[in-house]
């Protein structure tokens, strides 16, 4: 079955401090892979996604992420946090054409100002 | 409606009664979700719809829980003699794919909250 693991549970940084959260999936074939966001209070959004081409891919808000096939990693990054990036960060793959999505635990954020 | 929207907010029910969660996708989106959501863990899949179709149910945990979207639009997850342990928070969450498109974005609601007594 499929899985996915996130590297850390709650990551406290200050503003402007450099973000990467990890993310790993077991899954043999072909995976389609996106980073949700759920700041307080709000419901569960896109933050990015990658289907194919280039491994490199840029969501919104400043966000991107890098698949590597070979480590089965889609780690999210950020150059500079602002404190407006407070939430929880899930990673997910989907299969089957999207029938079936799997999520991480999930990364809460605090960003202090 | 502009989003997903799940009602009631919060449910609570005393153990051993049945519970009706109810989700109106946006208008037009194919695909529906069910996700379940314990506090502190990630959205665990429950159920998928395609239109009133029901096309996988490996995700609910037991018979108790029950769901359905019989004209294609709103669903209802029904969990019956409800326990402890169903506490949690039912998401739902719509997707405009059709015809076996790729699901690229899922629009989910807000949830509803479950606390069994």
């Known amino acids: 079955a499929q899985s996915v693991s996130q590297h850390n549970h709650h990551v406290i940084l200050s503003e402007a401090a450099s973000l990467e959260l990890g993310c790993n999936y077991s899954?043999?074939?072909?995976?389609?892979l996106f980073w949700y966001v759920q700041y307080p209070g709000q419901h569960l959004q896109l933050l990015l996604k990658?289907?194919?081409?280039?491994?490199l891919v840029k969501g919104i808000k400043g966000f991107e992420a890098e698949f590597i096939k070979s480590k089965f990693s889609f780690n999210l990054r950020k150059p500079s946090v602002q404190w407006s990036d407070t939430a929880e960060y899930f990673c997910?793959?989907?299969?089957?054409?999207?029938?079936?999505?799997?999520f991480g635990p999930g990364t809460r954020l605090s960003v202090l100002p | 409606g502009a989003g997903v929207s799940q009602s009631p907010r919060y449910k609570v029910a005393k153990r051993g009664q049945d519970v009706a969660l109810r989700c109106d996708p946006i208008?037009?989106?194919?695909?529906l979700f069910w996700y379940q959501q314990a506090l502190g863990q990630g959205p665990e899949f429950l159920t998928y719809?395609?239109?009133?179709?029901?096309?996988?149910k490996s995700g609910l945990p037991s018979d108790r829980f029950f769901a359905e979207r019989p004209e294609g639009s709103v669903s209802t997850l029904k969990i019956q003699r409800t326990q402890q342990e169903d506490s949690a928070v039912y998401l739902c969450?719509?997707?405009?794919?059709?015809?076996?498109?790729?699901?690229?974005?899922?629009?989910f609601g807000s949830g509803t909250q479950l606390s069994v007594l």
């Open positions: 969450a719509s997707s405009l794919a059709v015809g076996g498109a790729t699901n690229e974005k899922l629009f």
């Open positions: 899954y043999g074939g072909t995976v389609n």
């Open positions: 990658y289907f194919s081409g280039d491994p």
């Open positions: 997910a793959v989907s299969v089957n054409y999207g029938q079936n999505f799997v």
């Open positions: 208008s037009g989106h194919v695909s």
């Open positions: 719809f395609q239109n009133e179709a029901q096309l996988d």
